[in-house]
């Protein structure tokens, strides 16, 4: 079973975040993930990211991932 936990680590092991959290209900999924490598690219690119970092799981296992992705610059923006 899919869980936010696993989701998390897996994003956690495959990329340095600066701020992570994933939530959902064993089949919707949200993400929030604050990444200096999402720097200089766009919003495709950046899920692009995740999902390499999620490997077969987002075809295998995760049926619907939502994601807001932020640098560093960004979040701090946002957060203000």
Known sequence: MVTPESIHFNIEDGMA?????????GQHFEAVIVSAAFAGKNLIQRHQLVYQTLGDRMRDEIHALSMKTFTPEEWEKQSA
């Open 17 to 25: 975040t600066d701020y992570l959290n994933v939530d959902g209900d």
